[in-house]
C-alpha cells in the first residue's frame, strides 16, 4: 500500500476481478475515495499468418451488448506467466500454436479505474492445432487480410481497444522493418 492509500475495503470479490474502495491522499492533501478493479492481467496475440492475414475473432461482449472483431487474449490464471497465457489462449481461441512471441508492448486500457494490464504479442510461425474453447466461448474465427483489418479500424468495425492498439503496433513493426 502506496503513502498516499489511506484504507482500502473491498466492495466485491468475483470470479476474475475483485473491486475496492480505497480513500487515498491526494497531492494538495485532500482525501478522497477511488473505486478500484483490481485484474490479474491478460495477454493478447496479433496471430500473423505468412499469407499477410491476421487471425481475428468475432465475439459477443456481453457489457456492450454487441459482438467485436478482436485478436485472441485471455486473462492470466494464478501463478501463470503473460507468455504462458499468451501460448494457451492461442491454441484455444483461435487454434494455433506460435514459433514465435514477441512482446509488442504493455498497455493499461482503461486506468482511470483499474490496474488490468495486457501485455501484447506479435504471434508468428503458426501451426494449426486443434482449437479448445473454454465452456462459456462462442465465437468466429476468421483470418483477415492485415491491410483489410486496418481499414476496420478506420471504419470502426473493429472497436476493441486492444486489437487496435495490437494492429496499429504491428503495422509500426513492419513499417520500421521496411523502412
Keep these: 500500500?502506496?503513502?498516499?492509500?489511506?484504507?482500502?475495503?473491498?466492495?466485491?470479490?468475483?470470479?476474475?476481478?475483485?473491486?475496492?474502495?480505497?480513500?487515498?491522499?491526494?497531492?494538495?492533501?485532500?482525501?478522497?475515495?477511488?473505486e478500484v478493479v483490481r485484474h490479474p492481467g491478460a495477454a493478447a496475440m496479433v496471430p500473423l499468418l505468412e499469407s499477410g492475414e491476421v487471425v481475428l475473432v468475432k465475439q459477443y461482449r456481453h457489457a456492450v451488448d454487441r459482438f467485436l472483431w478482436e485478436i485472441p487474449a485471455g486473462t492470466l490464471e494464478k501463478g501463470e506467466s503473460f507468455i504462458a497465457c499468451a501460448k494457451r489462449e492461442l491454441v484455444e481461441e483461435v487454434g494455433y500454436q506460435a514459433q514465435h512471441l514477441e512482446l509488442l508492448n504493455e498497455i493499461f486500457p482503461a486506468p482511470g479505474y483499474?490496474?488490468?494490464?495486457?501485455?501484447?504479442?506479435?504471434?508468428t510461425g503458426l501451426t494449426p492445432d486443434r482449437q479448445n474453447l473454454d465452456?462459456?466461448?462462442?465465437?468466429?474465427?476468421?483470418?483477415?487480410?492485415?491491410?483489410?483489418?486496418?481499414?476496420?479500424?478506420?471504419?470502426r468495425d473493429i472497436q476493441d481497444a486492444k486489437t487496435i492498439t495490437g494492429l496499429l503496433l504491428t503495422q509500426a513493426k513492419q513499417t520500421k522493418a521496411s523502412g
Excluded: H, W
Excluded at 135 to 155: C, G, H, N, Q, Y
Design 135 to 155: 465452456d462459456d466461448e462462442v465465437l468466429e474465427v476468421k483470418p483477415i487480410p492485415f491491410t483489410r483489418a486496418l481499414d476496420m479500424i478506420v471504419s
Design 114 to 123: 483499474t490496474d488490468e494490464c495486457i501485455r501484447i504479442f506479435l504471434a
Design 1 to 34: 500500500m502506496s503513502n498516499r492509500i489511506q484504507e482500502v475495503r473491498e466492495i466485491y470479490r468475483g470470479k476474475i476481478l475483485n473491486v475496492f474502495l480505497e480513500t487515498t491522499r491526494l497531492a494538495d492533501g485532500k482525501e478522497k475515495d477511488r
